[in-house]
């Protein structure tokens, strides 16, 4: 049988692409890691395996083949993107609850893989923010700044904090370089940074969080490199939040609001960028819709983190441009093969 052009195809099932996305998710998982203790690897490993339970317990109430969707690994890929946004050793319940949320309410209720008009891990995390702030702000110091005879904890002992039978120990704990600089009151930013540990012990972002960045960089690289996602939405995202950071920084007062290395390497900047904004459910469809995609987060984030109340922004910069998605896609519509208007087959139906 014939068909007429022009022809898209691809080789690549779902399952591929989201292996792919977890291996890309690598390097930034060993820097956090290394700089921050076993933490994240019992988040990965507690959301994955409440995930998997949760996606089959959905999938049999609304009687569809478990086992043709669990290998889709679309639910272990939330898992873990929210596991990789949660702090080092959070308390196994609230690991549980956001996950919970992020599978159940913001994926299956809304139909499932390809219905969700939100971000699945961005809405867990953001219920867990607003519910738990407490717990959701205490991240672990990164190992440069731990003080002599001061390690983090070994596995057992991870695992042992985590589930409540050993507390946190106060020495450990740390605000996160975007929380710090907010915080910032009266100094230069020259004078702060030679004032904190966390500063003048890294080398452009903060100790550990500059690597983390990098790490997560990396896997995006990756992944454009094997055509997972355009360049549009994260290019999109991170120009426009450099550009803003630019014309913003008045060269190192006390009322700045960062450099751009502070934004693009502080935070959860990198892993928006490739790993959440490049949703291909909950974001602009046309690559002309997503480069406008990224650039309204790029733009949201910068707003939030610098006149908000809330340091790192992706996840409500992401939520918010998923309400503005199907607004973008109304009008970046591509040309339809066969019209010269870009909107002309549509306006064709509507008559």
Not at 259 to 279: K, R, Y
Not at 285 to 292: A, E, K
Request: with cysteine.
């Amino acid at each position: 049988m014939m068909f007429s052009s022009p022809h898209a195809t691809s080789q690549r099932s779902t399952a591929n692409i989201m292996q792919m996305v977890l291996l890309a998710t690598l390097p930034g998982a060993l820097a956090l890691t290394l700089f921050f203790g076993w933490g994240t690897l019992i988040n990965i490993a507690l959301a994955s395996v409440t995930a998997i339970a949760a996606e089959a317990g959905m999938l049999h109430l609304r009687k569809k083949p478990v086992g043709f969707y669990l290998r889709d690994y679309s639910a272990l890929v939330t898992a873990v993107l929210l596991a990789l946004a949660l702090p080092p050793l959070a308390p196994w319940w609230l690991v549980i609850l956001g996950t919970l949320f992020a599978i159940v309410v913001a994926k299956h209720l809304y139909g499932g893989l390809g219905y969700n008009p939100f971000n699945p891990a961005m809405v867990g995390y953001v219920v867990l923010l607003i519910s738990f702030p407490v717990d959701m702000t205490q991240w672990l110091a990164p190992k440069p700044l731990l003080a002599e005879g001061i390690h983090h904890p070994g596995l057992l002992d991870s695992i042992a904090m985590v589930f409540g039978a050993t507390p946190h120990v106060d020495a450990l704990s740390g605000a996160t370089p975007l929380d710090l600089f907010k915080h910032n009151r009266g100094m230069l930013v020259e004078q702060f940074y030679a004032e904190q540990p966390l500063f003048n012990e890294g080398r452009w972002a903060g100790a550990g969080w500059e690597w983390v960045n990098l790490g997560f960089l990396l896997g995006g690289v990756f992944l454009l490199s094997k055509k997972v996602f355009t360049w549009h939405a994260p290019v999109g995202m991170l120009a426009t939040l450099l550009l803003l950071a630019i014309i913003f920084n008045d060269g190192g007062s006390s009322d700045s609001h960062g450099t751009p290395s502070l934004h693009l390497l502080s935070g959860a900047t990198m892993l928006g960028a490739f790993f959440i904004v490049t949703d291909p459910v909950s974001s602009a469809t046309s690559n002309r819709g997503r480069l406008i995609y990224g650039v309204l987060i790029g733009l949201l984030v910068y707003v939030i983190r610098c006149w908000g109340n809330y340091p790192d922004a992706v996840a409500f910069a992401v939520l918010l441009a998923n309400f503005a998605a199907p607004f973008i896609d109304y009008y970046t519509l591509p040309r339809t093969y066969g019209h010269s208007h870009a909107r002309k087959a549509i306006e064709k139906q509507e008559r």
